[in-house]
């Protein structure tokens, strides 16, 4: 299948600062991709889609000063996570549609 | 009521057996189904999808798609100790790619 890949798979920051989650379709153009968000035990959250050279578009609820979207190519968009606080701690996932849905291998941020 | 419906587990089946796995969806409109499974700590992994009435079958997994009933079933035939994660039904939102995923249902198969 195809390739998203995403990075970084682990971080961990102090309150109050900022946090970039990269994710690039290696084998494919991905005009769209998404972001979602995965808490312990729960399933994934769809926050936001990331259009290539237009806003993101966030879902109700979704801060999107908070969680700042950029998609400057067809291959990379990125999740920058502002002011980052504890409850921000959660499982990061990106995909990118080709055909069907690939999923990054997700991102651990921890908040401490 | 929640968009995409699964019951969260754990389904416990033996080694060597069948296992079942359920999915409702509430909107009728929907054209594409999806099956995940996603391993403890790391992301999700396409399994299968489904788009006409029916059953699709890949190896020893076989997805059921029934648009009337609003339901999509995954099949796990042989079923393996590896198998055991728990499995994502998502459904797509009009055509857009967008997933609307169920809170999956953990599956143990044990040896």
């Known amino acids: 299948g195809a390739v998203v890949s995403q990075h970084p798979s682990r971080v961990i920051c102090k309150s109050g600062t900022s946090v970039k989650i990269e994710c690039r379709s290696l084998d494919f153009q991905a005009t769209t991709m998404f972001w979602y968000r995965q808490f312990p035990k729960q399933s994934l959250m769809l926050m936001a889609t990331s259009n290539e050279g237009s806003k993101a578009t966030y879902e109700q609820g979704v801060e999107k000063d908070k969680f700042l979207i950029n998609h400057a190519s067809l291959t990379l968009s990125t999740l920058t996570v502002t002011s980052a606080h504890p409850e921000d701690s959660s499982f990061y996932i990106c995909?990118?549609?080709?055909?069907?849905?690939?999923f990054g291998q997700g991102t651990r941020l921890t908040v401490v | 009521q929640k968009e995409v419906e699964q019951n969260s587990g754990p389904l416990s089946v033996p080694e060597g057996a069948i296992a079942s796995l359920n999915c409702t969806y509430s909107?009728?409109?929907?054209?594409?189904f999806f099956w995940y499974r996603q391993y403890s700590g790391k992301s999700p992994e396409l399994i299968m999808f489904i788009y006409s009435n029916g059953d699709k079958e890949d190896g020893r997994f076989t997805a059921q798609l029934n648009k009337a009933s609003q339901y999509v079933s995954l099949l796990i035939r042989d079923s393996q100790p590896s198998d055991s994660a728990t499995y994502l039904c998502a459904v797509n939102v009009g055509n857009t790619g967008k997933l609307i995923f169920g809170q999956g249902t953990t599956l143990q198969v044990k040896p």
């Open positions: 909107d009728r409109g929907s054209q594409s």
């Open positions: 995909s990118a549609r080709f055909e069907e849905a690939f």
